[in-house]
């Protein structure tokens, strides 16, 4: 017995379905999170993480006007000591990802005794 196939190259019987077959694939983000406006030191900012994109936009239910959606992967959220260990997550479970390296800080170290400096830039005024 055969079964028919779509564009997709599945087939619609379900002996034969696996999951090579799913016509949506699964695209993951891995970043290392950026601080909050709120904060001045570097907490929850050592990891990596990894989240799902969205594969179907999100509706707003016309009763509440509340937002939903049907796909439950926005909801995971995956953490990583580093993008290796998350790459390598994607890789042995066949889900397509894109890296976002951060940027270096470009911190600028003064000292308190520079705001009074003779050579400063601006003058200094109340």
């Not at 570097?42 to 239910?61: D, G, I, Q, S």
Request: proline share 6%.
């Amino acid at each position: 017995m055969g079964c028919r196939r779509f564009k997709s190259c599945c087939p619609d019987h379900a002996a034969i379905w696996n999951h090579t077959c799913t016509t949506s694939i699964m695209k993951a983000r891995i970043y290392k999170p950026a601080r909050t406006a709120m904060q001045s030191g570097n907490a929850n900012t050592k990891e990596w993480v990894l989240v799902y994109e969205p594969e179907e936009p999100r509706e707003v239910e016309p009763l509440m006007g509340w937002t939903s959606s049907g796909d439950m992967r926005q909801q995971v959220t995956l953490r990583f000591d580093n993008a290796e260990e998350a790459i390598a997550y994607c890789e042995r479970n066949g889900v397509a990802y894109e890296v976002f390296r951060p940027s270096p800080d470009a911190r600028v170290i003064k000292s308190y005794a520079d705001n009074f400096a003779f050579n400063r830039r601006d003058p200094w005024t109340h």
